[in-house]
């Protein structure tokens, strides 16, 4: 799998095990379900950033369409899902999202909350790329794989963007430091993770 440019390009540790899109293909109904709720989640996430920075203008001006876009994605596989025959199943636990916040440095005040919460929402979006990007090229229906380029050219944008604004508002040094030690934290974490084919992460 032609991984390798990608994992570099997005600044990750450790490419997705080959064998996840193999088992995420065996039930679609369990992806697309953990998908959904993917985007709901960060739909929610976006607007807890408004809501908790709103004297940053840039976070609400530039986090504002994402929102918009997250939703839409949300009722996007909603489609797919009702296209296909299928049904949104509960929404499950995210080990990966839960392992990811246990990254999180407490007690160093809002400004350092919001680099924290910027760099957290980074990694996501990378991973979600990188993961979309799999999906793409190697599921065996053709629908599918244009369907899931459209979220990985998404997810992408979304990955700068939250990356811009954490070294729009934080020195710059800082950040980056910051960056590499979550990038450390998540490939060691996914190490120690079971690879399942019904989570997207």
């Not at 924290?116 to 793409?136: D, M, T, V």
């Not at 963007?161 to 040094?173: G, N, S, T, V």
Request: glycine share 4%.
């Amino acid at each position: 799998m032609e991984t390798a440019a990608t994992v570099q390009m997005l600044n990750l540790k450790l490419p997705t095990d080959p064998r996840w899109v193999n088992l995420a293909e065996m039930d679609l109904e369990e992806i697309l379900t953990d998908h959904a709720y993917c985007e709901q989640k960060a739909t929610t996430s976006c607007i807890s950033l408004i809501q908790g920075y709103p004297d940053y203008p840039e976070i609400v001006a530039e986090v504002a369409p994402v929102v918009t876009e997250e939703w839409g994605h949300f009722r996007m596989v909603l489609h797919e899902l009702d296209k296909r025959g299928l049904k949104l199943g509960r929404q499950r636990k995210d080990e990966y999202v839960n392992g990811l916040m246990k990254c999180l440095r407490k007690g160093g005040g809002r400004e350092q909350s919001l680099m924290e919460k910027l760099l957290l929402c980074a990694l996501i979006e990378a991973r979600s790329c990188e993961r979309f990007r799999l999906l793409s090229l190697y599921c065996a229906d053709e629908d599918l794989r244009n369907f899931y380029h459209k979220f990985m050219v998404a997810e992408a944008g979304h990955y700068v963007l939250f990356i811009e604004l954490a070294r729009k508002y934080f020195d710059r040094e800082v950040v980056d430091k910051r960056w590499a030690e979550f990038l450390a934290f998540e490939k060691e974490l996914l190490e120690n993770m079971e690879v399942r084919g019904d989570r997207m992460h």
